[in-house]
């Protein structure tokens, strides 16, 4: 006998860090801890300062991961919730510092530059400012102090193999500085030339430039970076930390994270709803915008659910508490958007490709930069040939480049989940808007998935209140909204209903439950002729109800048959628009649904689709998924209900519209809180919007290097201009990229 240990599934590890400055900081974490013997998979988000590790347990654990990255030269901790947004302010404050900082001590040399201008040539300097002692105690602070963290960084990458915006910084002001340095020295400590000679012989003032407009350009980054990171603690903010419970006839308050499900709460008028639950007394009208995106106010009753973060209107309300705090509508969006933003969209591995080469090919270009200056551009002038190449050092670092994707998906998923529209990867905004061919589920998406009993046709010998009676109890524990039509129906005619067992839901066919001893069929003509149930054929009422479009429903028990239930299920208001807007956007819309033939063409016709499918199966709409992809579209799938799960898992995109039920929200990478299709046609709005923000600023950031650098090897920029253009370069990124905000 032998005694294995049973496999652990992958643990999921998130870690925020301090200190990356560019691309090739995240590609050297991503390296280094893929190195580690345990680790699947590491993605490093340099929009979020955040790594997401995918390990296995047994061979490794979070401290080895953390050891390595600080040993990089990185700050490392666990994720913790809020770290994100005190992080990014608390670096905001450092960079401000460091600027300021770096500008007075920038202040004099550009008094000292005046005299090189003849614009500027008439004003009074000081002889101190040009004293070349003077400017070497005012630029070596600014070097080793203000330049510290960028030669600790540097130091780390280059020990660890890598290369990085650091080395680029380091190397161009170093180069500076040092060569002032020598000069200085060398000319015995004369005053420094200006007439005519501009800064050929001390860069004093270049390398405190160069460090200035670094730090300005990082706490102008900073600044923009921190408020892409406000949709999550807007979401945050949805949810009151303290609650009204109801308890003993008393009111108490206490803490929104203490409350567990089953316990009884009050939301008075003009208060959020701190957690998901069901209205037990009162009425009001909840404004669901901020969880939903919905702009019109929602009617609850008792019975009604409420979702955590909505805003409560003029009536009081007692609800008993459904989901702790942990689990709530508003915590579930906070964590789909951050492993949304966590995660790698496709098009990054472009811009991680560029960045790997990209600082090693511009030190190569700066070195050759200056050796064809210095040979043949201006023999044996040192001067000139150093200052071009400090220029390539500095024009080149792919700081945008890195941040063009990662802060586009921050953004746009972020703004998307204010919309109601939760993305679960980055990658499916890519997906989404990829997709040539939408298959819509009919009932509870397209129609309003509350239908309501039209009619009851019971089989000879039995009473209408016998065969609801018997439909409802056997429905009573199904989700599918057919179902639950009947058993509001029911309750309305105030039936007492017996209680069902061995429930069994048959995805696209009906459920079976045992009522009263004997097993009771409900669900389609189809399903029950399988299992040998006799139906009458023909008949002149269930003909005249499928010529309307109704949707039918057949019950037997014990194998006799007992008669049919007619429902009518109405077009969502906005479908037709919907409908339009999404074939104006160029996709094909197609309506897929298990209903019957006739009343699949009436929906199709009044929701202006041209194409559909009928009496369709689980099974045969994953397999009409797999048949187009083979065919080679890309296909979307909007489902809500268990019988849309295997296609929604199947489809390059699959949408939960309304919530839907627990399998279609696991199934499906985009969820959609609203329950309207003009949620559909958003999601497709948001992705296309997202991917173009994306395209502009990678074109943005590899147009900018493509045609920076070329004028840097020429000599057309000076140093600090070179690094004023690689500063404002990531910033106009993210600036671009906040426009979504407005989506």
Known sequence: MSLTTPLQPPAQ????????????????????????????????????????????????????VIDRIERLGFGAVPKQEGHREGAAEEEVRTNRRAFLAGAAALLPFLW????????????????????????????????????????FRAWKALRAGGASMDVLIVLGSTSAYLYS???????????????????AYYFFDTSVMILTIVW?????????????????????????????VLAG????????????????????????????GKVLMGSSEVDESPVTGESLPVEKGPGAGVLAGTLNGSGALTVQVTKPEHTSTVAR?????EEAQESRAPIQRLADRVSGVFVPLIVLTALLTFGWWYVWGEAGHAAGALEKAIAVLLIACPCALGLATPVSVLVGSGRAAQKGILFKEGRMLEELQGTGVLLLDKTGTLTAGRPRMSGLYPAPGVTQPVLLRVMAAAGQ???????????????????????????????????????????????????????????????????LWLGE??????????????????????????????????????????????????????TAGQAGISRWYAGMRPEQKLELVRRLQREGHRVAVAGDGINDAPALAAADAGLAVGGGTDAALAAAGVQLHRGDLGAVAEAYRMSRRTMRVIYQNLLLSLGYNVLAVPLAVSGQLAPWMACTAMALSSVTVVGNALRLQRA
């Not at 009111?251 to 994270?257: D, I, L, N, S």
């Not at 939301?267 to 701190?274: D, M």
């Not at 969006?333 to 958007?337: I, K, P």
Request: charged share 20%; aromatic share 4%.
């Open 333 to 337: 969006m906070v964590r789909m958007v």
């Open 181 to 199: 340095h020598y000069r200085l020295l060398h000319a015995g400590g004369m005053p420094m030339p200006h007439a005519g000679g501009g800064h």
């Open 216 to 244: 300005l350009g990082k706490w102008l980054e900073a600044a923009a970076k921190r408020r892409t990171s406000d949709s999550i603690a807007a979401l945050r903010k949805l949810q009151p930390a303290e609650v009204t």
């Open 13 to 64: 590890l998130t870690i925020d860090i301090t200190g990356m400055t560019c691309a090739a900081c995240a590609a050297r974490i991503e390296r280094a801890v893929g190195k580690l013997d345990g680790v699947e998979e590491v993605h490093v988000n340099l929009a979020l300062n955040r790594a997401s590790v995918t390990m296995d347990p047994q061979r490794t654990d979070g401290g080895q």
């Open 477 to 543: 524990a199904s989700e599918h909204p057919l179902s639950r039509a009947v058993v509001r129906e029911a309750q309305r005619r105030s039936l007492t209903l017996p209680k069902a067992a061995a429930f069994e839901a048959v995805p696209g066919s009906g459920v079976r439950a045992e009522v009263d001893g004997h097993t009771v069929l409900l669900g389609s003509r189809r399903w029950l002729e399988s299992l040998g149930v006799a139906l009458p054929a023909g008949d002149a009422q269930e003909a």
């Open 549 to 602: 479009g109704r949707q039918l429903l057949y019950a037997a028990s014990g194998g006799r048959w007992l008669g049919l239930a007619a429902l009518s299920d109405p077009l969502r208001p906005g479908a037709r628009s919907a409908v339009r807007q999404l074939q104006a956007a160029g996709v094909d819309v197609i309506l897929v649904t298990g209903d019957h033939e006739e009343a699949a063409r009436r």
């Open 112 to 151: 000292a530059m005046a005299p090189h201008h003849a614009w500027s040539a008439q004003f009074w300097v000081p002889p101190l400012l040009l004293n070349p002692w003077f400017q070497l105690a005012l630029a070596t602070p600014v070097q080793f102090v203000l330049g510290g963290p960028f030669y």
């Open 249 to 276: 006839g008393r009111q108490m308050t206490r803490r929104a994270g203490e409350i567990q499900a089953g316990e009884t709460i009050l939301v008075r008028p003009g208060e959020k709803v701190p957690l998901d």
